[in-house]
């Protein structure tokens, strides 16, 4: 494709994120204009130096400075702060539909209660939708270092928030911690009506990604990039039509892969699985919706048709209603035959 224009093009595709955690897209700016309106040192002394400190090997190594990060959210005014730039952002780059990760556990065990965390990310949440007419859906996610028992412990608290809540992610320090620790407590999750997701093949085996789809009855796979070593679980993946939400720059950036032209994303669509891109961590990983979509566009030359099923995708892969969904599809569809007119 022609890439003098192809940053404007993916800007004018009506995009949905699925994948995007909000404690991920915490801007090192805001971050210390919170710090130090809340009286909490950071681990570095500026911007800057933080930026730097940007240089993963791993996913562990990441993880360790996004629960830093995270120590400087106190009030529920932090929390919509955080979430707001998140969609103002999101916003500017034509995404229309949100579905968001919070991760509950990562506050609460620094004492600050569950209802702050969540009252200050739904007010964000809803301000976008009256004034951006930006859509969305909140998924609680469990953190898998944790027990099972702290899970349902957190389930317990977010009972009373029920109707704010879509669905369960699950999330954090892959290796080791499979799926099918949090048996239980997907199954009495499903139970309350919610949503099912789960991180499954970003850095653990394909195996994982059959406890997510098979023990913990997901409706949907974060990230899944390791299925293609497997092909009886492709099989399953394009039978199933079980959405993928891939996140490019947060595979180069994690090392899940060395470079992006040899990112999977292509040959998922090739091969007729639900594969949908997002941005993971914006904040930690240099780009959001749109970003991740131009340089894996660039980086695997895709061309119009792969990056309209891409969007479309991502509406199909969504938990909106079926009539949502159709109304969605078809204004991509309709932006893609204008560019060819
Ligand atoms: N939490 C935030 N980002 C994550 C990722 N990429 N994998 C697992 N847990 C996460
Ligand atoms: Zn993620």
Redesign the pocket.
């Known amino acids: 494709m022609d890439s003098s224009n192809l940053a404007s093009i993916i800007q004018g595709i009506p995009k949905t994120e699925l994948h995007l955690?909000i404690?991920?897209s915490f801007e090192p700016e805001l971050m210390f204009e919170i710090a130090k309106r809340n009286n909490i040192p950071l681990d570095y002394d500026s911007v800057e130096s933080l930026k730097k400190a940007y240089k993963f090997n791993n996913?562990q190594e990441?993880?360790d400075i996004?629960y830093m990060g995270a120590k400087v959210l106190i009030h529920e005014q932090d929390f919509f702060d955080l979430t707001w730039a998140y969609l103002t952002k999101v916003n500017s780059q034509n995404v229309v539909h949100v579905e968001v990760f919070f991760?509950p556990q990562t506050h609460t065990e620094r004492g600050i209660a569950f209802d702050v965390v969540i009252k200050g990310i739904r007010r964000a949440l809803e301000k976008a939708k009256d004034e951006l007419n930006i859509s969305y859906k909140l998924i609680m996610s469990y953190l898998r270092h944790l027990s099972e028992e702290d899970a349902f412990k957190t389930l317990e608290e977010s009972l009373p928030f029920k109707d704010w809540i879509d669905g369960i992610g699950l999330?954090?320090s892959?290796l080791g911690n499979p799926p099918s620790k949090f048996v239980n407590v997907f199954k009495a999750s499903a139970e309350h009506g919610f949503k099912l997701a789960a991180?499954a093949g970003?850095e653990g085996p394909s195996e994982y990604i059959w406890e997510a789809l098979d023990l913990l009855k997901v409706d949907r796979i974060d990230h899944g990039n390791r299925c293609l070593s497997d092909d009886k679980l492709v099989e399953r993946l394009v039978k199933d039509q079980m959405p993928l939400t891939l996140?490019p720059l947060?595979n180069v950036e994690?090392k899940v892969i060395q470079k992006m032209h040899e990112h999977p994303v292509a040959e998922m669509l090739e091969k007729g699985i639900l594969a949908t891109i997002h941005s993971?961590?914006p904040a930690y990983f240099g780009g959001y919706m749109n970003e991740n979509y131009l340089e894996t566009a660039k980086e695997l030359d895709l061309n119009s048709n792969q990056l309209m099923q891409l969007a479309i995708n991502g509406f199909e892969a969504s938990w909106l209603k079926r009539n949502e969904k159709d109304e969605h599809i078809s204004k991509v569809k309709a932006y893609f035959e204008s560019l060819n007119s």
């Open positions: 955690h404690e991920g996913l990441f993880l996004y991760d999330d954090s892959e991180h970003e996140c947060s994690l993971d961590d």
